[in-house]
Every structure is written in structure tokens, then in C-alpha cells.
């Protein structure tokens, strides 16, 4: 399937949106919305680069649909939060836009439609999907449920030492400042971005995977020997059952996700 005018919209739209947009345009839209010029001078520019781009300058339905697609986007994009989120669905729209310009133009509707037919009917693209799915959220689901108990070992030993730290410092006369003890600051800094374990988890299953149905096995070795160094690296209270607790997830982690990829390595044979 020729997928050359797919390419070069997609390239139009990274250069326009990421390349050719000052950081000052887009301050400018979010303050001023709908009245901003510098969204105007977007668009007309994002238009432009991609009709040169597509090769196709006696069709008017690309640039048109570019034009008008892509000001509705952005305008309701600088009227919304701005999030990781928005931002993702704000670029899944116009990749969308792009996509249907080119089966438009090209007449590929059909072929799409035959190819995904096809594709649908393999049962080794329906195991490495079911794969690929249970090493996220499952997988991590599971593996969470069977390492709570030492999750719940750790905190009771913060908590003591939290305690511990407080009835020092009152005897010490020091409580007087209204200060926190040193040992409550460690504590709330060492709590880690929201859900960063979980995300690291899915990424590594995820890699081992990929690593197992590539058989690129040497990989997988670089990958533990990274996330050791930078997990046991960091400075932490209860530092032997924390290093044990990540040593454990880490291994379970690993363990089952390198099974999964051989078992689905060999029923893809």
C-alpha cells in the first residue's frame, strides 16, 4: 500500500506544530484565545507547508481540509486544560485528519478495509495482543496483590521511625520551632511521583517482552543491571527492607514477563 502522501502530511504536520511554533505563539493563543493572531499565522502556515508538502497542488482538498480541521482543533485545545491528556488527543485528531486525507485522496478506503479484514483473521496477531495486554495492567495488578504484605511491613517500619524521631526531638527540647524532624522531611521527599512505580513497572514488563519475541535476550540483562543501579542508588530509611522489597518485585516482575514471552514465542511457532 503507497503510503508516501501519509508520510509527507505527517512530516508537514511535525515540523508546523512542533519546529515552526514559537513557544511565544503559544502563550499567545492560550492568553488570547480565539483573538490571537499568532493562531491565525499558525494555521495559515501549517496549511501551506502541508499543501507543498503533499505533491498534490491542483487538489484544494487538502489544504482546505488542513485549514479547517486544524483551527477547530486548536481552538477548542487553548479553551481546555493544559494537560499531558489533552495534549495527546489534541495530536491523535489531527493524525486522524491526516489519515483521512490520505485514504480520501488516494482512494485507499477499500484496502484498508481488506487489509484489516485480513489481519484480524491471523490468530498470532490476536496472541501478541492478548500478550501485550496482560503484562500492563494485570500483570502489575497481580503482582501488587502478591507483594502487599511487604508493602505494608515497610510503612509500619516508616511509621516507627517517624515516632521514634519525634519522642527524640521532644526530649531534646526541640519541638518548640514548630519544625518538622529531619527524618519526617526524608519521608515525605522519598514518596516518588504518583503511580511512578507502576508506570516503570508496565515499561519494563512491556521492553522484556519485546526483548523476548525479538530474541534479544542480551538486553534484558542491560535493563536489570540499569534499573538496579539507579533503584539501589537512591538514599532511603529502612534501606535493607526496601532494597529486599524491590529486589523481590523487581525478580517477580522480570520472572513473569520473560515466561510470558517465551510461552508466546512458542505458540507463535
Known amino acids: 500500500m503507497e503510503i508516501s502522501l501519509l508520510l509527507r502530511l505527517l512530516i508537514a504536520h511535525l515540523v508546523?506544530?512542533?519546529?515552526?511554533?514559537?513557544?511565544?505563539?503559544v502563550a499567545d493563543k492560550n492568553a488570547k484565545k480565539f483573538k490571537s493572531k499568532k493562531?491565525?499565522?499558525?494555521?495559515?502556515?501549517?496549511t501551506v507547508v502541508a499543501y507543498?508538502?503533499?505533491?498534490?497542488?491542483?487538489?484544494?482538498?487538502?489544504?482546505?481540509?488542513?485549514?479547517?480541521?486544524?483551527?477547530?482543533i486548536d481552538l477548542i485545545k487553548i479553551y481546555l486544560k493544559d494537560t499531558f491528556k489533552y495534549f495527546?488527543?489534541?495530536q491523535l485528531l489531527h493524525v486522524v485528519v491526516i489519515v483521512f486525507i490520505w485514504l480520501t485522496v488516494e482512494n485507499k478506503w477499500n484496502d484498508v478495509v481488506l487489509s484489516f479484514a485480513a489481519l484480524t483473521?491471523?490468530?498470532?496477531?490476536?496472541?501478541?495482543?492478548?500478550?501485550?495486554?496482560?503484562?500492563?495492567?494485570?500483570?502489575?495488578?497481580?503482582?501488587?496483590?502478591?507483594?502487599?504484605?511487604?508493602?505494608?511491613?515497610?510503612?509500619?517500619?516508616?511509621?516507627k521511625a517517624q515516632l521514634k524521631q519525634l519522642y527524640k526531638i521532644s526530649l531534646e527540647g526541640n519541638m518548640g520551632n514548630g519544625e518538622k524532624p529531619a527524618e519526617v522531611h526524608e519521608e515525605e521527599q522519598g514518596l516518588g511521583l504518583a503511580s511512578a512505580g507502576k508506570w516503570i513497572g508496565i515499561c519494563e514488563r512491556v521492553l522484556i517482552l519485546t526483548f523476548i519475541l525479538m530474541h534479544q535476550y542480551t538486553a534484558i540483562g542491560f535493563l536489570m543491571t540499569a534499573k538496579s543501579i539507579l533503584r539501589f542508588s537512591e538514599k532511603e530509611t529502612n534501606t535493607q527492607l526496601k532494597t529486599e522489597y524491590v529486589l523481590v518485585g523487581t525478580l517477580v516482575s522480570f520472572t513473569s514477563s520473560a515466561i510470558l514471552g517465551v510461552l508466546t514465542s512458542y505458540l507463535l511457532k
Not at 16 to 25: A, M, S, V
Not at 52 to 72: K, R, V
Open 39 to 46: 493562531l491565525m499565522l499558525h494555521i495559515i502556515i501549517t
Open 16 to 25: 508546523t506544530d512542533f519546529i515552526l511554533q514559537p513557544k511565544d505563539w
Open 121 to 159: 483473521d491471523k490468530t498470532n496477531i490476536w496472541l501478541i495482543i492478548s500478550a501485550y495486554l496482560f503484562v500492563t495492567w494485570p500483570l502489575g495488578i497481580i503482582i501488587g496483590k502478591g507483594t502487599q504484605k511487604w508493602r505494608d511491613q515497610i510503612a509500619k517500619e516508616q511509621e
Open 52 to 72: 507543498i508538502f503533499s505533491g498534490y497542488h491542483a487538489n484544494w482538498f487538502i489544504p482546505l481540509t488542513i485549514f479547517i480541521t486544524h483551527y477547530i
Open 88 to 90: 495527546i488527543i489534541d
